[in-house]
C-alpha cells in the first residue's frame, strides 16, 4: 500500500516530506497548502477574527523595503548624488519618462507619485518568490492583485469624472467618437462593460495569473528534484530537475518585472484616456 503523505495545510516546502522516488509513495504535487499558511498572530475582534500570516507578512515587508530605499536615496539629496541617490534616480526616472511622460503626456507630472510606487511595490512583491525562507510571490494570491487594481479602477474613475464631468465621464466611457449613429446601441454597452468592469478584471487577473502560474513550475520542478534523491538513478533524474528549477527561476526573475511593468503601462494608459476630453 502507498504510504501517506504528511502533507497538511501548512505545509510551503518540498523537504517537509520524506517522500521520495521508488519508495512506494506517489510524487507529492503542489496543492492549495502551497498558498495557505498558519497566521503568525491573530487578533479576535468581536465581529471576526483578524489573522496575520505569511502574505501579508510580505506585502508589508514589500511597502517597508520601497519606502526605506526612496527615503535613504532622497532624504537627504546632493546636487551631486551618491551611489545610492544615482541608482534611485535612474530607477525614478525610468518610471518617470518611460511610462509617465511617454503615456500620459503632459499632464504626467502629478500621476508619477502613484506609478513609482506601484511599479516597485509589485517588482517587490513578486521578487519575494526567489528569496530564501520567503519563496512566495505576494501577488500569487488574488486578494493582493485586485487591491492593487482597486486602487487604480478608483484613480481611473476620479479622474474620468473629475476631468470631464459627470455626463462627460459617462460619454468617456460609453461612446466613442466618430462613428455611425446606429452602432452606438450596441457599442455603448460594450464600452461601458469593458472601460468600468473588464479592465480591472483583467489588470488583476494578468498579474495573480502569471505569478501563479511561475510559482507553481517552480514548485513542480524544485518538489520533484527532492522526490527523486535519495538513489543513484533518482539523483540523477534529481538533478536534472533541479536544473530546470534554476532555469524558470531566472526566467522568473524577468517577469517578475515585466508583470509590474506591464501592470503600470496599463494603469498609465488608463489615466491618459480619463484625461481626454469626451467626445
Known sequence: MPKELAVNSDQTLAF????HLFQDCGYPAPSVWSFKFEPIF???????????NKAMLLALLSTIVVLTFFWFAFGKAKVVPGKL???AEVLYDFVRRGIAREVIGKQAERFVPLLVSLFFTIWVMNAWAIVPMAQLPVT?????????ALVVWVTYMTVTFKTNGFVGGIRNLCVPGGLPKPIYIILTPLELLSNVFVRPFTLAVRLFANMFAGHILILVFLIGAWYMAGTLLGTVYAGASLLMTIIITVFEMFIQALQAYVFTVLTATYISGALEEAH
Do not use: K, M
Open 16 to 19: 517537509e516530506t520524506d517522500c
Open 42 to 52: 491573530s487578533v479576535d475582534l468581536g465581529l471576526f477574527v483578524f489573522e496575520f
Open 85 to 87: 541617490q544615482s541608482v
Open 140 to 148: 500569487s494570491i488574488i486578494a493582493y492583485p485586485v487591491a492593487l
